[in-house]
């Protein structure tokens, strides 16, 4: 049994246009770049990608398709010490299964190592870059404040021969880790902070995980971002908007180069409540051990709500429904979940699993018989059928039965009938108990007439119970999860990891009905009135199944659209 995953696009028939869709429609209609787009989705591999990369992955693929462009993945691995192929090659899985292909056009900003050095020698020669042999706080200190300018560096005015021969030495290994930096030459006095002399090129004796030791000084972010996007003819560099502040410096950058320079469109990132979709942030959390791993199904990570249980259609639809926009907002964790349940409800298969097993004696129901129901796999669309069986004993959902049942409910008390899923109808007759008072077992009895959910006579019975048979059901682990923060913007605690929810991951000893052996990892289905689950993709094993509640069925995001009017 596995869920085949539709292709990307197919979930989207006709997306909504927002403010980037429109700048590239004019772009492309004015002739600009000669109707060209080209994308980039450009992740730094210093950790594994979250919700937040979705979003901006969508956004990316989803323009050059709609446009007839193409799509880059380009890893921007300038910072050697934070980096590790485990992240790149975890980054290539997840863009996959969400759905998307960067076909040949994978690239690796160290690949343009060379040339981006060639950049900086240009720079230099034209007078528009510097050594500075300022310490970092002496550069701190020096940069002034936003209400301050900054104070020019007792280097700036070097000759350009005397930069040229430095920096070769920076390069060539000459000087320790922090001695020098090549410095932009643009304005210590500008209002804009970015754009008072950056950072071009720092020393750093540290093994990088694609060009080894090849190089000991590395460029820095800003400097190797808007280049490599130069370098591979991307025509809009979409990005966040914090980075509004550094397009001047982009242009400045390619401009002094007098190289190709693309279009730069900022939008608001993605925020979630009760989640943290920052890396510093979610590396503590592994790193902490409060989660098990990046995979972790809590984690906001790809890696953890595929884990979890959560389709790739689900996220596309979801990052179509957030839209972009220039403003920062944050996003209700309920609309993810209300997405995967629209999409599961369609295609995921129904079976019955008893989270926590109370027995059930049929006191009238021949020993050793056992009734082979034939049920489909989902009641609307043809998914197949299973075989389920029924028998003498049998066990449904603890919280199924109650003693003294309170006002308004329906389900099993003493002298109460209850439809047993497509099954029979039974009536509880007695409750055993053990020494300490606890209910062990209920004594009840059926109606024969009763098959397949209803009588002649047409009685109506109010509740209807799942239930598996207990000498055919598998014994499997099953989990269920919680909001892994009880704040709704844990980012904003002092300490984000103090509002942690206890209550996260609840680990049950289920029964599931014997269709369920085959599944497997990977696997969804939904449990009836018990939610969504998935086969857990590490952990699960055909034959000893191991299931992670991806949501439940409750869908508080529905009725907040119903009653907003929406669909
Ligand atoms: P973080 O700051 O959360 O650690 P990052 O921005 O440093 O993330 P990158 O690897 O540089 O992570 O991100 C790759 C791309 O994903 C960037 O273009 C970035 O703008 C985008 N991105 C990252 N976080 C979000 C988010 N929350 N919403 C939308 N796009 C995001
Ligand atoms: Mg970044």
Redesign the pocket.
């Known amino acids: 049994m596995t869920t085949p995953d539709k292709a990307a696009g197919e979930a989207v028939p006709s997306a909504p246009v927002n403010f980037i869709r429109a700048r590239v429609a004019e772009d492309t209609a004015s002739g600009k770049y000669g109707g060209r787009v080209m994308t980039r989705?450009?992740?730094?591999p210093?950790?594994y990608l979250?919700l937040?990369?979705a979003?901006?992955i969508c956004l990316n693929f989803g323009l050059s398709k709609e446009f007839g462009g193409v799509t880059n993945l380009r890893f921007?691995d300038t910072n050697p010490a934070k980096e590790e192929v485990e992240y790149v090659e975890s980054i290539m899985r997840d863009v996959k299964w969400l759905g998307f292909d960067w076909e040949d056009r994978l690239y690796y900003a160290s690949d343009y190592f060379e040339r981006l050095y060639g950049f900086a020698v240009e720079l230099i020669k034209k007078g528009k870059a510097y050594v500075d042999d300022q310490t970092a706080e002496e550069i701190r200190a020096n940069r002034g404040t936003l209400k301050e300018p900054g104070r020019n560096s007792p280097y700036r005015d070097r000759s350009v021969e005397e930069n040229l021969d430095l920096f070769a030495r920076m390069r060539a290994g000459e000087y320790p880790d922090g001695a020098r930096v090549l410095r932009a030459k643009i304005d210590m006095a500008s209002p804009n902070v970015v754009l008072r002399d950056p950072a071009m090129y720092r020393i750093k004796h540290v093994h990088h995980h694609r060009t080894g030791d090849k190089w000991c000084i590395y460029p820095m972010y800003d400097f190797a971002h808007c280049f490599s996007d130069s370098i591979e003819g991307v025509t809009h560099s979409?990005?966040?908007l914090e980075f509004e502040n550094n397009r001047p410096l982009y242009d400045w950058f390619l401009e002094q180069a007098g190289v190709y320079r693309p279009q730069q469109i900022e939008f608001a990132?993605?925020?979630l409540t009760h989640t943290v979709?920052?890396?510093?942030k979610l590396i503590q959390l592994v790193n902490e051990g409060i989660t098990t791993g990046w995979d972790d199904p809590r984690m906001p990570t790809l890696s953890g709500v595929r884990r979890r249980g959560f389709t790739p259609e689900a996220l596309r639809d979801f990052c179509e429904r957030i839209g972009v926009a220039r403003a920062d907002s944050t996003v209700e964790y309920g609309l993810l979940e209300h997405c995967l349940r629209e999409d599961l409800n369609e295609r995921a298969p129904r079976a019955m699993a008893v989270l926590r097993p109370l027995k059930v004696v049929i006191e009238n129901y021949p020993e050793g018989q056992v009734d082979e129901f034939d049920f489909p796999w989902h009641p609307e669309k043809d998914m197949g059928r299973r075989t389920v069986p029924f028998s003498k004993v049998l066990y449904i959902e603890q919280d199924d039965f109650r003693e003294v049942p309170p006002k308004g409910f329906h389900r099993l008390y003493p002298g109460n009938e209850v439809r047993l899923r497509y099954a029979y109808y039974i009536t509880c007759r007695e409750v055993v108990k053990d020494e300490a008072g606890n209910i062990v077992e209920l004594r009840c009895t059926y109606d024969p007439e009763s098959k397949g959910g209803g009588t002649p006579d047409g009685r109506k019975v109010k509740g209807t119970l799942h239930w598996v048979s207990a000498a055919h059901a598998i014994d499997a682990e099953v989990r269920l999860y919680d909001l892994l923060f009880t704040k709704p913007n844990p980012g904003a605690e002092e300490d984000f990891t103090s509002c942690i929810n206890p209550n996260s991951l609840e680990v049950l000893r289920a029964k599931l009905e014997p269709a369920l052996a085959g599944a497997e990892p990977g696997w969804r289905c939904q449990f009836e009135r018990l939610g969504y689950f998935c086969a857990d993709e590490k952990d699960s094993k055909p034959g000893a199944p191991v299931f992670n509640r991806a949501a439940t069925l409750k869908d508080t995001w529905g009725k907040i659209e119903k009653k907003q009017g929406g669909k």
């Open positions: 989705f450009p992740p730094e210093n950790g979250h937040g990369h979003k901006s921007d979409i990005c966040t990132r993605l925020n979709l920052s890396k510093r």
